[in-house]
């Protein structure tokens, strides 16, 4: 059993894949906690993995979105394997504060300053951006690098880093910005 806050379908708002459809299972809680989280993530009902894997399936699209909270408190390799078996392309956003299980197709770390990272794999790096040295960060093994103003307020100040060191992308919170779940 899994405590779910919510599952959701939407687009992607973020990072790489931002404006792909996805279906968002939002597990409860986290083991950090961030004053500038937007995500109220602490409520939540518990859920067996078949119930996961059918409301998810409920949904007309491939890709399923593991997020939280910290999904990794959560996720196992029994889910995943129901996913796949779904047809599902597994997607995970984590602080990377916990080790993964094998199987999680893509996986996004957000890192957050003096959290130690355990993840062993990570196809891409986003950082809300509060001013904090993210230097440390290009030397993952990510192949892509993304900035993020805090809840859309430092936008301009995130820009001009960007600028300033171009191996950093702009990722935009485009779901608050067009008003979508």
């Known amino acids: 059993m899994k405590k779910i806050n919510e ?63 910290e999904p990794g408190l959560w996720v196992d390799e029994a889910l995943l394997c129901l996913l796949h078996e ?27 300053e003096g959290a130690e990272l355990r993840v062993k794999r990570v196809d891409e790096i986003k950082i809300v951006y509060t001013g904090q040295d993210v230097s440390p960060y290009l030397g993952t093994p990510a192949s892509r690098h993304f900035l993020q103003p805090c ?11 960007i600028k300033k060191h171009p191996q950093w992308r702009l990722s935009l919170q485009t779901h608050k910005l067009i008003r979508i779940p």
């Open 151 to 161: 809840s859309c307020k430092n936008t301009e100040e995130v820009v001009e880093y």
């Open 86 to 112: 779904a047809g599902k392309y597994i997607c995970i956003e984590t602080n990377g504060t916990q080790e993964l299980p094998e199987g999680i197709d893509w996986v996004t770390c957000s890192p957050k």
């Open 7 to 69: 599952i959701f379908y939407s687009l992607q708002g973020e990072g790489f894949f931002t404006g792909t459809p996805a279906v968002f299972v939002r597990f409860s809680g986290c083991n950090l906690k961030c004053g500038f989280c937007d995500t109220f993530h602490e409520d939540g009902r518990m859920m067996s993995d078949r119930e996961i894997v059918e409301e998810v399936c409920k949904y007309p699209c491939r890709t399923v979105v593991l997020t939280g909270g």
